[in-house]
């Protein structure tokens, strides 16, 4: 006896059980919409065109002597350099493009972190490591919150490095003033920084760094008029000075002054800062790590400022020609530093991130800053949901109109891809920072075509077959195999042209680029797991099995031929001459 499913064959692209690819797309639908509402992201993030923001427009300053220095390069690696640290506080969908050959123009879409991110976009963030030559106190020096190392303020004796890799606090006695900044490192936990130099102590010869005693007495001039008393003051103090050379600076509150030697580390030599708090008090402080040369160079300097005295065993650690912090050094360092100070949670989170993404090549001055309003952006936003609506309701239309009953389920499958596309771009945001601005929502409105067409394929493939005398059922399947391969080849041009867009744009055609791409991806998720599926399922509908005139797939109205039908084979008796046949 024959096995009773022998000899069939599925048809070709044959489907056993749609109703597993339907759970599969519905469970995704539903996981997306939870997540959407669990993280209450219901919402997509909005672009600086539709949400409003802050522009602000930048001019490349060049160093004295060194005009050349504004050019393509260097105006690039700033536009790289301010585009991570904007990112790297959460502003998402900033924009960050040269205008000109000395202009960078930043938009910063409104949010929690745009007035911080303002603050240090145009952040120089040129990091030195001086030896200080000369200290001393401003005439009214302004308090600072940040604690002592040593919370009884006695001194205690330096240690030799534990096993942890940290050391005890040095022994440089207190001033009478309020104890500036400290910087710790693997051996160091700094002492309170006296406010001035201690009687007696032996002051350096700015002469013997500089080689000429007229540059010591412009430095010691320069020292002598310094005013620390505002910021813009601060901002300029030693202002042009090379890295090579000695110069002054003021302390970030303007409570000290300095002349500094020429830089032993720089910031190019640290390759990793972060905001921590210190477990012992509780304060915030920005470690950094150094690369192996920089390790060098910091092992080098503080071995030799450990055996000065006091105060020729201070270390500055100066950025944009202000001195963060300025410890004393009683070991020999290496490897890591902290640096601890008056710092919160944004000022050292501030810190450490325009360290950890590098110094700017260029110094650069605010020309400009314009408020954005939103007001633009959602006009032209609801202009564009009106032309989309417009262009949704002639598709529907025209698929009404020619496929009749099939138009269903197109527009269900329309249904599906919008609610896919709407949670992921609401998760994406929290997710990778993807903000919906004009050009994205365009992406998404050309996505609709593009996921009309496909169904148009499959219609017509299915059409096709019916023409041919087969019916319904078989057609749905053997249309299926050459259908999908015009939509992959179909699906993957248009994908291929949103992902080169991408790469080779940047700023708001991206957001396009980003959508189209995105959406094409949907296009083959809801053909393949919801589209054709439905279509195996309607097929065993008498409505549509049957070619109802209202179906779209009435054969009479399609010109079918008569079904297809196997020749019969007639015997005759042979003929012995073909020629009398």
């Known amino acids: 006896m024959a096995a009773p499913n022998k000899g069939r064959r599925p048809a070709a692209g044959g489907q056993s059980k749609p109703g597993r690819a339907l759970a599969l797309i519905l469970i995704a639908m539903v996981a997306l919409t939870g997540g959407m509402f669990i993280s209450h992201n219901t919402t997509p993030r909005l672009g600086i065109d539709l949400a409003g923001g802050t522009s602000i427009t930048l001019k490349a300053k060049p160093e004295p002597g060194q005009a050349s220095a504004i050019n393509k390069k260097n105006m690039d690696t700033a536009v790289s350099i301010m585009e991570r640290r904007v990112n790297g506080l959460g502003v998402t969908e900033s924009e960050v493009q040269t205008q000109g050959s000395d202009n960078i123009i930043v938009n910063i879409p409104k949010g929690t972190n745009s007035e911080q991110a303002r603050q240090q976009v145009g952040q120089t963030a040129k990091l030195y490591f001086r030896p200080v030559l000369t200290a001393q106190p401003t005439a009214a020096p302004t308090p600072s919150a940040s604690p002592s190392a040593s919370t009884s303020g006695k001194p205690t004796p330096s240690g030799a490095p534990s096993a942890s890799g940290k050391g005890t606090p040095s022994g440089s006695p207190s001033a009478a003033g309020s104890p500036k900044g400290r910087a710790l490192s693997d051996a160091l936990k700094a002492s309170p920084t ?15 760094s500089s080689g000429d005693a007229a540059a010591a007495a412009k430095l010691q001039a320069q020292f002598a008029a310094l005013d620390c008393s505002t910021r813009e003051a601060r901002s300029k103090a030693g202002e042009g000075a090379k890295s090579t050379e000695p110069t002054v600076a003021c302390d970030k509150d303007g409570a000290e002054k300095f002349i500094l030697g020429p830089a032993e580390v720089d910031g190019t030599d ?19 790590d150094f690369t192996g040369g920089g ?6 300097i503080t071995g030799k400022l450990s055996q000065q005295q006091y105060p020729n065993n201070r270390f500055a650690i100066a950025l944009d020609n202000q001195v963060v912090s300025a410890p004393t050094v009683s070991t020999t360092l290496s490897g890591s530093a902290e ?30 800053v314009t ?11 609801h202009a564009g949901l009106i032309a989309g609506a417009i262009g949704l309701a002639l598709v529907i239309i025209y698929l009404v109109a020619y496929y009749r009953g099939l138009a269903l389920i197109a527009i269900l499958s329309l ?15 929290p997710g990778i920072g993807f903000a919906l601005n004009l050009p994205a929502v365009c992406g998404a409105i050309v996505a609709i075509g593009i996921t009309a067409d496909s169904f148009i394929v499959y219609f017509e493939r299915i059409r096709d077959e019916i023409r041919e005398g087969r019916t319904l059922r078989p057609a749905v399947e053997r249309a299926w195999p050459r259908a999908r391969r015009t939509i992959l080849v179909s699906d993957f041009v248009s994908f291929l042209a949103a992902a080169v867009l991408f790469i080779v744009t940047v700023g708001k055609v991206q957001g396009f680029a980003f959508t189209l791409g995105l959406t094409t991806l949907l296009d083959v998720v809801v053909v393949f797991l919801f589209t054709k599926p439905v279509m195996t399922i309607l097929a065993r509908r008498k409505f549509f099995a049957s070619g109802h005139p209202w179906s779209g797939l009435d054969p009479k109205r399609l010109g079918a031929k008569p079904p297809l039908r196997r020749a019969r084979r007639t015997t005759s008796a042979p003929v012995d001459n073909p020629k009398e046949a």
Do not use: C, H, R
């Not at 006296?194 to 013997?208: E, H, L």
């Not at 390790?295 to 080098?300: G, H, I, P, V």
């Open 194 to 208: 006296p406010g001035a130099s201690k009687p007696g102590s032996p002051t350096p010869n700015p002469s013997a």
């Open 270 to 288: 640290v390759s990793k800062a972060q905001a921590v708090i210190n477990q012992q008090n509780g304060q915030w402080i920005v470690q950094m």
């Open 295 to 300: 390790s060098k160079k910091f092992a080098a």
């Open 339 to 368: 640096i601890s100070g008056n710092f919160n949670q944004t000022t050292a989170q501030d810190l450490a991130n325009v360290l950890s993404y590098g110094a700017l090549p260029l110094t650069f001055q605010e020309q400009s």
């Open 371 to 381: 408020t954005v309003t939103a007001a633009l952006g959602a006009d032209q936003l």
């Open 415 to 429: 249904v599906v891809s919008a609610i896919l596309t709407y949670t992921i771009m609401a998760l994406l945001g």
